[in-house]
């Protein structure tokens, strides 16, 4: 049973442009979360998707959009990237009905 | 607001001996807490939770956790430290009205000395 998996795990960007992380939830798992964490900090929470709609929002900019699949997989784009946006994003699943909430390894972003 | 702390920055501990992890919180109604584990430049590692029940709760690679609701602490605990286990470990608990939207200690690294 593979669990959460993202992709790409590291990436350099230009300030400016945009960027677009994917994760797959753990098998069955229909409710998937962001979460961005800078060097050195705990994560923090950017959105949560379930049905294919975000359903909770932490205090992050409109640059900071999502999108979820039928298939319960979800990307996480970023526009307008700036130094600040460096940063491991996590995306983690769960069980709607669940209580166990499972991470991915990760997707490193540097903005340069 | 709910809110978790962790009090220490760092731990460190002997190989073979005990360890503890401390993790108090602040939530409203029954609360839900969660350990997780990061090594280096990974992502976050589920090691155990409490929903209700058992103050002891038994969890991944022989970490547990007390639950302690009249000092609203949850601190991690083993009986014996690994130098495997050194690593960066966060104490959660979800968001106030939200579904499993999770806050966070800061972490604290645990650094097992052979």
């Known amino acids: 049973d593979a669990g959460v998996t993202q992709s790409p795990t590291h990436l350099i960007k230009t300030r400016g442009q945009q960027v677009t992380l994917r994760c797959s939830p753990k098998s069955g798992h229909d409710t998937v979360s962001w979460y961005q964490q800078a060097l050195g900090q705990g994560p923090q929470f950017i959105f949560q998707y379930y049905e294919e709609e975000e359903r909770q929002r932490g205090n992050f900019p409109d640059r900071f959009s999502g999108h979820q699949f039928p298939n319960y997989s979800s990307e996480l784009n970023v526009n307008a990237l700036l130094l600040g946006d460096s940063a491991l994003y996590l995306c983690a699943s769960h069980f709607r009905s669940g209580n166990t909430i499972y991470f991915g390894e990760g997707s490193w972003l540097t903005v340069v | 607001a709910q809110s978790v702390a962790q009090p220490e920055d760092q731990v460190n501990v002997a190989e073979g001996n005990p360890l503890t992890v401390k993790c108090t919180y602040s939530v409203s109604g029954n609360p839900y807490l969660f350990w997780y584990v990061q090594y280096p430049n990974r992502g976050l590692q589920f090691l155990l939770k409490y929903i209700t029940g058992d103050n002891l709760v038994k969890g991944s690679y022989g970490f547990e956790a007390e639950f302690n609701k009249s000092q609203t602490s949850f601190h991690l605990k083993k009986p014996s430290a690994l130098v495997s286990d050194s690593a960066l470990y966060f104490c959660?608990?979800?968001?106030?009205?939200?579904?499993?939207?999770?806050?966070w200690g800061a972490g604290t690294k645990l650094i097992i000395k052979p």
């Open positions: 959660a608990a979800p968001e106030m009205d939200s579904n499993y939207q999770l806050i």
